[in-house]
Nanobody
Framework: QVQLVESGGGLVQAGGSLRLSCVAP????????MGWFRQAPGKEREIVAA????????YYADSVKGRFTISRDNAKNTVYLQMNSLKPDDTAVYYC????????????????WGQGTQVTVSS
């Protein structure tokens, strides 16, 4: 069973920053695309940012461009999501996921998911 373990969520005021981390098994991290999704109450899950499994290109949702940055540390099998200038609309459960094929921006492409970490941004 593949486990993706997220951490770093919490409560922050609007304008603040958080960094999420996701540790994946080495065999997954080295050959899969990695992405971050989020789901707010009453809303569908949406892509936030991702590394494509082909070429490692990055993808960002329009709503987070310029504020969020996805990065990875290959030595630690860890992918990060640095979130700056947070807004109340960013409040959601954030999920890390791994995709072996398909478009990095589509949740259907992802084979493995973490348990999620709550991010709450107060106004």
């Amino acid at each position: 069973q593949v486990q993706l373990v997220e951490s770093g969520g919490g409560l922050v005021q609007a304008g603040g920053s958080l960094r999420l981390s996701c540790v994946a098994p080495g065999r997954i991290f080295s050959s899969y695309g990695m992405g971050w999704f989020r789901q707010a109450p009453g809303k569908e899950r949406e892509i936030v940012a991702a590394f494509s499994w082909v070429g490692g290109r990055t993808y960002y949702a329009d709503s987070v461009k310029g504020r969020f940055t996805i990065s990875r540390d290959n030595a630690k099998n860890t992918v990060y999501l640095q979130m700056n200038s947070l807004k109340p609309d960013d409040t959601a459960v954030y999920y890390c996921a791994a995709a072996g094929s398909g478009s990095a921006s589509r949740s259907a492409s992802y084979d493995y998911w973490g348990q999620g970490t709550q991010v709450t941004v107060s106004s």
